[in-house]
């Protein structure tokens, strides 16, 4: 009596190279010249540029693996993949929380997962403005969430709680007007 098959989707082992895991790691992958890039990287065909739905597959496969190896050596901290793909909220902004990239905007909501968690900030210094913002550590940022494991605790340096400032900045305010005036392109 004939029966009725089906294929079932066999699960597929994803091809795990150096330069995809360094991508994964470091959010950083080698460009045509030998340099080192950020952002865009073509994956099967995929173009990658600031979403990351291609790599699930590659993550869900290899993700527990390479995260254990990067906080066997980076204590405290987690890969870049971790923060594209399963962070849940942004680092906390411990100084210069008025200097937030439009807070309510979309493209804000996801640009800290570029950014290992760093929230984004203006670009431009405030006329009088001297302090640079500053984000909780990655440390802070796991112990907070309860994400670090204790033996991950005790490895961790001096010093690994403490906020870390950021530097935003391109140019202070009123420097382009300068710049426009000594005949600088804009």
């Not at 291609?54 to 971790?82: C, D, K, N, Q, Y």
Request: proline residues 8%; aromatic residues 10%.
């Amino acid at each position: 009596m004939p029966t009725k098959r089906r294929r079932r989707p066999q699960p597929r082992n994803e091809l795990l190279t150096v330069e995809l895991r360094r991508f994964l790691e470091t959010g950083q992958y080698r460009d045509a010249d030998g340099g080192f890039g950020h952002g865009i990287y073509v994956l099967g065909g995929h173009v990658l540029r600031g979403h990351f739905a291609a790599l699930r597959p590659f993550w869900a496969e290899h993700g527990p693996e390479i995260a254990e190896a990067w906080t066997a050596e980076h204590p405290g901290s987690r890969p870049a993949a971790w923060w594209w793909l399963e962070a849940s909220a942004p680092r906390a902004v411990v100084r210069g929380e008025a200097l937030l990239w439009w807070p309510g905007s979309p493209m804000a909501a996801t640009l800290w997962r570029r950014n290992f968690g760093r929230p984004a900030f203006a670009q431009c210094r405030p006329r009088g403005y001297r302090n640079l913002p500053a984000v909780e550590s990655q440390a802070s940022y796991l112990a907070r969430l309860n994400l670090l494991a204790a033996e991950e605790r005790l490895a961790l340096a001096d010093g690994a709680f403490e906020p870390e400032d950021i530097n935003p900045f391109v140019v202070d305010a009123g420097e382009v007007d300068r710049l426009l005036a000594r005949g600088a392109r804009r």
